[in-house]
């Protein structure tokens, strides 16, 4: 009997399976759940990435195969959701799909409600997962995720409008035309 149950506790990492949630809500271990809301919650709980920045669909395969290679596991159904059917989402959940599935597999399903008609998800059977991580892997030495998501965020300028005349101090004064016209004005000096 005792050497059954060392069997087993040796045995256990190996055959165990677990609930994969990527939102945090309950689910069996059968799935790979990245749903609902893939981007946002890929963006919200793993690795965030501003809106614009370049090969923005690349970026998002990269943090999805990271959810993906270590917390999944062959054999676990995967399934994605896009909200509003986002050619980004399109886009990147091909990418992801053909790295951790067969392509025969993978199933484009409609979620439509009258809010969101565009919604769709993609389900399909993880069998890839070691050649993902190889994938990864690979791409991650070449260049970091993060190195990428730092060269290609949307540069910032101020609004050189603004700063081309110097602010003035107003401390409560208001001219005739504010007052009796109801017009904005500047600042009497």
């Known amino acids: 009997m ?10 256990a990492p190996f055959i165990s399976t677990h609930a994969v949630s990527l939102s ?6 059968t799935v ?17 990435v501003e809106a614009g920045t370049r090969d923005e669909a690349e970026i998002y395969t990269r943090i999805a195969l990271r959810f993906i290679t270590s917390k999944c596991r062959d054999g676990q159904v995967l399934i994605m959701h896009s909200d509003f059917g986002d ?25 439509s409600t009258t809010e969101a008609p565009q919604s769709f998800q993609i389900k399909c ?11 990864l892997s690979a791409i991650e030495r070449e260049k970091p995720t993060e190195a990428k998501i730092a060269e290609g965020a949307p ?12 602010k ?3 401390k409560g004064s208001l001219s005739f035309g504010q007052v009796v016209l109801g017009m904005g004005g500047k600042c009497s000096d």
């Open 32 to 48: 790979c759940d990245l749903s609902p809301s893939t981007s946002y919650n890929l963006t919200k709980n793993v690795l965030f």
């Open 125 to 135: 059977p993880i069998n890839k997962l070691r050649e993902a991580a190889s994938h």
């Open 24 to 29: 945090g809500r309950s689910t069996d271990e």
């Open 168 to 170: 003035r101090d107003c």
């Open 87 to 111: 050619p980004l989402d399109d886009r990147f959940f091909r990418d992801v799909s053909a790295q951790v599935c067969s392509a025969s597999k993978v199933q484009r399903e409609s979620t």
């Open 155 to 166: 540069i910032r300028r101020p609004d050189s409008a603004n700063d081309s005349q110097p």
């Open 2 to 11: 005792k050497s059954l149950f060392a069997i087993l506790v040796l045995l």
